[in-house]
């Protein structure tokens, strides 16, 4: 849309790997270059940040505004500074804040080379007149073997784009008049890529016209965590007021489903607005309540002994030898000099873990339980535990019935857990891992959250806004078995939106090569919101997923499992957990010993 600004000379590495574009001929078809390859920040043309003492130096929209370089700094997003992504590594824009800091697309090329399992741009779009409806255009991946596909690149408006999905929102906008109160927004947008074949160059959506721009600010191909598996995992579903916590520390319980001699952890400072200090964490063994079985293990970051997580972002630990049993209690330990005032959090645990007192400072490597004076339901930060080897992971979405609501606690008997066990006690198809993605209330089209501030809602994101993080950039998913619906139809939701909703989720997931399984909605008369229009779209929604079409890869028909026969619109009694809602421990049980296990590999 706008005359391209002169371009500088530095170079950038994203996600390891070394970017550059080349800008074809206002003539030229988009996937055809004419220009040899150059760096990414040579090819800036835009100036998306400025400083608070000088906030007319740039122009991110055309009409004067930009980003504040002292709000980035504040969410801990420095320029250079590694950010990690949905599983993706980017580089914020060394020259941010200083010198063009970003790219308008318009038919660049960028020579992108490397394997990956998907492709991460940092992107906004941005309108001359106002907040707009985002930009979108189609590029191309063009392959080392010669072959290419086109892909939709999606960019949300800065100033309009959802909350549920950005990777980082900043409080003000800069204007040659002077600072605004207003939100602006970043966010990470990942396309998938043929797994099998070598990248060679990626061109960028055409200029989508006069309306829009579409800005680039890092690219990045997402590799496989290739001899990895996830074996356990928990979903944020708010941000939540804490404490505040001073340098205290969490003590953290979590239950594996497979094991594997080496261990990493995962830990996400999701809807955050600012960093987290961590100052260090370990690894044990759980022997009774905060007590380890020995001395816990240190984790290091980067190789050293604490991190700082970014507004949005998440770090790996490294890998560190660690022998973990499969069906096992883990203490993950982390200590934070705080003050921490509000954490991101997944709510409905079922698990007691523990936390220090105010001021008592690091525990992390005590073995013995005297320091964890307070309990906790919750997970603060820690996202996931993964193991060395294995055949990968089966990932469970849903809602409070896959997260275990009414099940027994401290006693591992969601329906995954049982699922898990199962998996390792038979040799017919891979002993899969088996990580839990189910949010309390959550919903698959509308969010409860609304993925931005301080909330008493956990009911996280919907089901399109999360997958991304929460399904598709799990470490080794292989199947993602989609049990979820009940809430939007409690709450409203016809059934031909959730069935739209289910729709895109499993065709999201099948478009990155995993295997989609469809689980039928339980019934659950007898609870306030499950009226009987309520069980009428449910029934129309059952029978499409019984009948999908091809949407799914196999269905499991949880529906038929735990109702009552002579009542099919509520849950048999026996399996009721008494709120007629959810299933209690014999219910959850039936349901996982009900999966005939080859439909979750084909």
């Avoid at 970017?19 to 090819?43: F, G, N, Q, W, Y």
Wanted: glycine residues 12%.
């Amino acid at each position: 849309m706008r005359v391209a600004r002169p371009w500088t000379t530095a170079g950038i590495v994203a996600g390891g790997v070394t970017l550059a574009l080349i800008a074809p001929s206002s003539a030229a078809p988009a996937d055809v270059p004419t220009h040899k390859p150059l760096p990414l920040e040579r090819l800036f043309d835009n100036r998306a940040v400025s400083d608070d003492t000088r906030p007319g130096d740039a122009d991110f929209d055309g009409a004067g505004a930009s980003l504040s370089a002292q709000d980035l700094r504040a969410a801990g997003w420095t320029p250079g500074r590694a950010i990690a992504l949905d599983a993706a590594r980017l580089t914020w824009p060394r020259s941010a804040g200083a010198r063009p800091d970003n790219v308008i697309a318009d038919g660049q090329a960028v020579r992108l080379r490397g394997r990956g399992e998907a492709l991460t741009f940092l992107v906004a779009s941005s309108s001359p007149n106002g907040p707009g409806a985002g930009a979108n255009g189609v590029g191309t991946v063009r392959y080392r073997d010669g072959s290419s596909h086109p892909y939709t690149l999606s960019a949300p408006d800065w100033r309009a784009g959802p909350a549920a999905t950005k990777a980082v929102g900043l409080p003000h906008l800069n204007t040659a008049a002077g600072q605004r109160q207003e939100t602006a927004r970043l966010y990470a947008v990942t396309v998938p890529l043929d797994r099998g074949h070598e990248v060679a160059s990626v061109v960028l959506p055409r200029d989508p016209g006069p309306a829009a721009d579409l800005h680039v600010f890092a690219a990045s191909l997402r590799q496989p965590a290739y001899g990895w598996t996830g074996s356990w995992a928990a979903s944020t579903a708010g941000y939540t007021k804490v404490g505040p916590w001073t340098d205290q520390t969490l003590r953290l319980v979590v239950h594996t489903s497979v094991g594997g001699p080496r261990a990493r952890v995962r830990l996400e400072n999701t809807f955050a607005a600012s960093p987290v200090e961590i100052g260090h964490a370990t690894v044990a063994l759980q022997a009774s309540g905060a007590a380890a079985q020995g001395a816990p293990v240190p984790l290091t970051f980067g190789g050293r002994p604490g991190t700082s997580i970014p507004a949005g972002a998440q770090v790996f630990s490294d890998p560190v030898d660690f022998a973990v049993p499969a069906d096992a209690n883990l203490l993950v330990s982390i200590h934070l000099p705080g003050p921490v005032a509000a954490v991101p959090v997944h709510s409905q645990a079922t698990q007691r873990s523990y936390l220090s007192a105010a001021g008592s400072g690091d525990r992390t490597a005590e073995p013995g339980a005297e320091s964890y004076t307070g309990t906790l339901t919750t997970w603060p930060f820690l996202t996931g535990v993964d193991v060395r080897g294995g055949p990968g992971s089966v990932v469970a979405l849903g809602d409070s019935i896959t997260d275990g609501t009414k099940s027994t606690n401290d006693a591992n008997r969601r329906w995954p857990d049982v699922l898990a066990r199962r998996l390792r006690g038979q040799s017919e198809v891979p002993a899969y891992g088996v990580l839990n993605a189910g949010i309390s209330a959550n919903r698959v089209v509308a969010d409860r959250y609304p993925g931005e501030g301080v909330s008493t809602d956990t009911g996280g994101v919907s089901t399109r806004h999360r997958l991304e993080r929460d399904v598709l950039a799990q470490t080794g998913a292989r199947t993602v078995v989609v049990f979820q619906g009940i809430n939007d139809l409690r709450w409203g939701s016809s059934a031909e939106e959730l069935i739209a909703g289910l729709r895109s989720v499993a065709s999201r997931v099948r478009e990155r090569g995993l295997r989609v399984v469809g689980a039928t909605i339980a019934p659950c008369e007898g609870e306030s919101l499950c009226t009987a229009d309520a069980d009428a779209r449910r029934s129309a929604v059952n029978a499409f997923i019984r009948d999908s079409g091809g949407v799914f890869d196999a269905v499991l028909d949880f529906d038929a499992v735990v109702r009552d026969p002579e009542h099919p619109a509520r849950i048999l009694p026996a399996y009721d957990s008494g709120d007629h809602l959810h299933p209690g421990d014999a219910g959850l049980r039936a349901m996982a010993e009900s999966i005939d296990l080859r439909k979750l590999t084909g």
